[in-house]
C-alpha cells in the first residue's frame, strides 16, 4: 500500500509539473494514468476538465468537473470551473451560482471572488463588481503575505 502511494504522489508531482509548464498533452497523460490507479481522484479528474475546457471542449470538460462533484460535493476548484464554463456560455445566473457555492464552502477563495466580480461586470451589476474584485484583492494580497510568512520560517 506504501508503494502504491508513493507512486501516486509521484505522478500527481510529475502532472503538476507538466501542467505548470504549459505541457498540457503531457499532463494530461500523467493525470490519465492517475485515473487508472485512482478513478476517483479529484486533482486529476479536474485538471483533466482544465485542459479540456482550455481546448474548447466544454462539454467534456463539464462531465468532468461534475464527476468530482458526484464524488464530493464540496470540491470548490471544481465548482469555481463550472462557473467559469458557465460564464463563457453567457449563463450568468449559473456561473454566479456555482461562485457563491464554492464562497460558501471556503469564505477566502479569491479566485472564486475574482470570477464572481467578472460575472457581476458581465451583468451590468457595477457595485457587485467593485465589492467582489476588492475581496478578492485582498484575500490574494493576505495569502500572498502568509506564503511570504511560509517561506521564511523554512
Given at each position: 500500500?506504501?508503494?502504491?502511494?508513493?507512486?501516486?504522489?509521484?505522478?500527481?508531482?510529475?502532472?503538476?509539473?507538466?501542467?505548470?509548464?504549459?505541457?498540457?498533452?503531457?499532463?494530461?497523460?500523467?493525470?490519465?494514468?492517475?485515473?487508472?490507479?485512482?478513478?476517483?481522484?479529484?486533482?486529476?479528474?479536474?485538471?483533466?476538465?482544465?485542459?479540456?475546457?482550455?481546448k474548447?471542449e466544454?462539454?467534456?470538460?463539464?462531465?468532468?468537473?461534475?464527476?468530482?462533484?458526484?464524488?464530493?460535493?464540496?470540491?470548490?476548484?471544481s465548482?469555481?470551473?463550472?462557473?467559469?464554463?458557465?460564464?463563457?456560455?453567457?449563463?450568468?445566473?449559473?456561473?454566479?451560482?456555482?461562485?457563491?457555492?464554492?464562497?460558501?464552502?471556503?469564505?477566502?477563495?479569491?479566485?472564486?471572488?475574482?470570477?464572481l466580480?467578472?460575472?457581476?461586470?458581465?451583468?451590468?451589476?457595477?457595485?457587485?463588481?467593485?465589492?467582489?474584485?476588492?475581496?478578492?484583492?485582498?484575500?490574494?494580497?493576505?495569502?500572498r503575505?502568509?506564503?511570504?510568512?511560509?517561506?521564511?520560517?523554512?
Amino acid at each position: 500500500m506504501h508503494s502504491y502511494n508513493k507512486h501516486l504522489d509521484e505522478l500527481i508531482i510529475q502532472g503538476k509539473q507538466y501542467f505548470n509548464k504549459g505541457e498540457q498533452e503531457k499532463a494530461k497523460v500523467v493525470f490519465e494514468q492517475i485515473l487508472s490507479i485512482d478513478p476517483q481522484n479529484f486533482f486529476a479528474l479536474d485538471k483533466i476538465g482544465v485542459i479540456l475546457a482550455q481546448k474548447g471542449e466544454l462539454d467534456s470538460a463539464e462531465y468532468y468537473f461534475r464527476k468530482v462533484l458526484y464524488i464530493d460535493n464540496a470540491y470548490i476548484a471544481s465548482l469555481n470551473n463550472l462557473g467559469n464554463i458557465s460564464l463563457e456560455r453567457d449563463d450568468i445566473e449559473q456561473a454566479i451560482s456555482f461562485y457563491k457555492r464554492a464562497i460558501s464552502i471556503k469564505g477566502d477563495y479569491a479566485r472564486a471572488y475574482h470570477n464572481l466580480a467578472v460575472a457581476y461586470k458581465k451583468a451590468g451589476d457595477i457595485e457587485s463588481y467593485i465589492v467582489n474584485i476588492k475581496k478578492s484583492a485582498r484575500l490574494e494580497k493576505r495569502e500572498r503575505w502568509r506564503n511570504m510568512i511560509k517561506w521564511r520560517k523554512r
